[in-house]
């Protein structure tokens, strides 16, 4: 038994407009000061109003939302009573919104407390929108939730299927003028999503399909959308299309281990979340090259990659990552990204501390132990691909 | 010899498999928690009543592990895990991923899932022993 949950997907040129058709008194909305400078935000406020909606905003999310930041936000939910929740941003501005609507409909709750199996019994005072503004998170269509608790400085990663969004809205405008290193790092996310959601142990016929296709397209066009930015609108709206299929599929069957490390990397050395995960990738990839049982080589097959078996399809896989992070400017090792050897040796222990208790870990086909976490890491600070 | 499942040697054995996996020991090393595992009956067994089986595990160590006779007047363990026969022994032979089976509610846990999805390495040693404890399994006889 396995399910499979999705949000209701509008997409392509004008998206956005559908906000015009919804039924609702009023809309609060969660994002970041970014998307008030850039205008997305007051095209929304205008599409809402035409629905007849009122609209409160709430502007104020950091990179890497606090808990401090989700309460606050879910105490102006309570003085507004909205009936409707729209996530605007990136990963940061979704998550927030999703963890804020969750207290605004249970005051009562920890955050610690969002958890799979705990009933949350949301959708009694308003629903989900998330409108991604990068081509990455996929957080518009997944459950997961990653705020940080600054006091315990640990990151949270939660989740419910109760919070998956009630509709996600993929317009390819909020992406179009996206600068170059944020395409880049956004879509290495959509990537790691796409190639780990269909490794990972939960992998099924419905992720596959989705994280397949996600992988065509980003292999396909996010070079593209690195180089030409606004001037190739068609790349700009397939990468938009793929990180959302990339959620959705790896929603549906966990990530695994470049998310382990990256999270753990990314908390330690500040790394934007996107490009660590796609630093891991390929060392991820060596180091279960002989544990995939047959994924690799049908990921490969399927992507057209020499495949003559699951290991050599696995290297090829880890090349072909390589090869793209080369071409879009994402660091290929953690020497690359200018973090001093010196700093990763002080940090190693706690690095293995926070992969072992990392949730990716779950769904990974081969599961380190901590001797080769250790390992992991030297590799991939030297760029050496991985050999054992 | 194989071990009746679940029986107090089954899970004496169980304990001693883990106590002597290097394995366990080194991912469990942090764990503290201790659990109920109740096996159901269902068509699948001759079990004709609910057992409960106590393991008490600590820092890479199983304390003690026992079949528990009167579960209501036992001290409650932090975790509990109850399932119908025929998921128990997927489980124990290692055909069906736990934290898989607890979030589709097939093993229905009392207790906080993320604390075991924290320490999956040692929820996946401590299948990898179970899986060597040599067991007999009480099936039902299928009728042809
Ligand atoms: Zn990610």
Redesign the pocket.
Known sequence: MWFFRSPEIVYGKEALSYLEQLHGRHAFIVTDATLVERGFLERICRHLRRAGMAVTVFADVEPEPSLETVRRGAQAMEAHQPDWIIGLGGGSCLDAAKAMWVLYERPDLDPDAISPLAPLGLRQKARLICIPTTAG?GSEATWAIVLTDRSAQRKLGLGSPEVLPDIAIVDPVLTQDLPPALTAATGM?AL??AIEGFTSTWANPFSDALCVHAARLILAHLPRAVHHGGRDPEAREAMAVAAAMAGLGFGNSM?ALA?ALGHSAGAVFKVH??RI?GLFLPYTIEFTAYHGEGRYQALARSLNLPAQDDPTAARTLAATVRRLAEDIGEPSSLQALGIARSALEENLERLCDLVDVDPTVVTARRVPHREEVRRLFLYAYEGRPVDF | MAYPFPSDAWVQALKEAINTSQAYREAAKTWEGDFFFVIEPDDTTTLDKPVTLYMDLWHGECRDAYVVADPASHRQPEFVISAPYAVWRQVVTGELDPIKAMMTRQLKLQGNLMKIMRSVKAAHELVRCCTMVPTEFPDQPTTS
């Open positions: 998170t996310d790691t999503h990530a998310h979340h996107g995960v």
